[in-house]
């Protein structure tokens, strides 16, 4: 799992290098000690042929061989997967396979200019979740725009267009961002799932107790009661406890106050499972998610920032489920998503919620099967409303009305990066002022 520290050595070891031998070897080293690589490739189309670049294995030091001067063809490459490469080469779609060794295949490309393919075979140790899938891919990224950056690195043609310093420094702050992100959402994953665990401990023990509390308390009720009713006349001093302590009143309250405490440990429970369901939701591989079961955790966890605050209304949540069957995705990263919408959502309805309109704070939460076989999800809110100058650009990187504060700019601009390259669905809005926003977010049932 890539940490932040991670992150930057990354970003030095790909942009450092001038030289085209020492970025293949910085590019290799990366692969392998970042990414959990046993033995990779690296691929590169020169003049319209699959050329080998690099191979690199797993060592102390790393066993790196770089063919930067006489790139091998591929074809005469026993160690690479001539036909598993022309496929990845061929489709531009990244393959994941996890037959024997686990493998990750992808294509390097900038700004839709196909330059090579990246092969990475991964050790399937004891331990490890799955291919970190998302780590990999957006290592991908950066080296595609540092081999591309290389003044002596191949080119597809020469006819190619050469991309702009500003592209370069955009993509590449853009990508650095992507992967800090990622790291963030990692660490806190694992982060909340410990402390989870350690209260979810306590609050069990609690939990467990009050109800032998409760049983206990009954049963010395009943006795009390007994005893009332065969001796009617304490003696003096039990006369003077019972009204000092006032017996009638602790007799009433105190199962009252068992109550409250069962209430607020059972609420404990409902927010440690939702932490929960968000920490194991930080996974990188592809598996069977419940969208249902993300957005009652989110609005569990968000249910703070949901509830009245002085002078700010109470926002309304709404949730219009359909009879919808559980998906395929990364449920890491469509929680993601469905928590930048959630809290977007919240963000817009801040004048709403001070009284300032006729409006109802309220957010509306829709799903629902399509006929094309898709899930449908859709975020509505009753906030003031997108200007129509500025609805084109809220998908655009670093583009944000808020202040550095409260954002980046990175949270729609990643949410559609999710949904539309690594889920292959949709993600779109629709707004009017003065009557809200509302996403639409449509994602295939199975891949």
Known sequence: MLNLDQTLKISESLFSPSQQGDLLRAVMTVVLTEGGGQKAGLVWNVAGSLRVMAIARAATPPSITCYDTAPLPLTDCPDLPLSLIEQVWT?????????GA????????????????LYVELANSEGREGIEEEHLRLITQQS??????????????????????????DTLKRTQNQLMQSAKMSM???????????????????????????????QLVEIVNAYQENYPEPAADVEDLIEEYDLEFLLEDLPKLLNSMQTGASRM??????????????????????????????????HNQLKAKGAELE??????YGDIPITQGYPGQLNQVLMNLFSNAIDALTTVRLGQTDRKPTITITTEKTQSNQIKITFSDTGD?????????????????????????????????????NHKGTLTCESQIGQGTTFFIEIPIRY
């Open 91 to 99: 489709s531009q779609q990244v393959t994941i396979a996890s037959e």
């Open 102 to 117: 686990s493998i990750y295949c992808a294509p390097l490309n900038r700004q839709n200019i196909p330059l090579g393919v």
């Open 144 to 169: 595609a725009i540092a081999l591309s950056r290389n003044h002596s690195a191949p080119t597809t043609s020469q006819s190619a267009p050469t991309p702009t310093s500003s592209s370069d420094t």
């Open 188 to 218: 806190l994953g694992h982060l909340v799932g410990g402390v989870t665990h350690e209260i979810n401990n306590s609050v069990n023990f609690i939990s467990g107790n009050l109800v032998y509390a409760k049983e206990y308390l009954e």
């Open 269 to 302: 429970q409902s927010i440690l499972l939702s932490l929960s369901n968000f920490a194991r939701a930080d996974e990188s591989d592809i598996k069977d998610v419940n969208i249902h079961d993300i957005v009652d955790s989110l609005e569990v966890i968000l």
């Open 315 to 320: 926002i309304e949540v709404v949730k219009n």
């Open 385 to 421: 409303g997108i200007p129509e100058d500025i609805l084109p650009q809220i998908f655009q990187p670093f583009f944000t009305t808020k202040s550095s504060e409260q954002g980046t700019g990175l949270g729609l601009s990643m949410s559609q990066e999710i949904i539309t390259q």
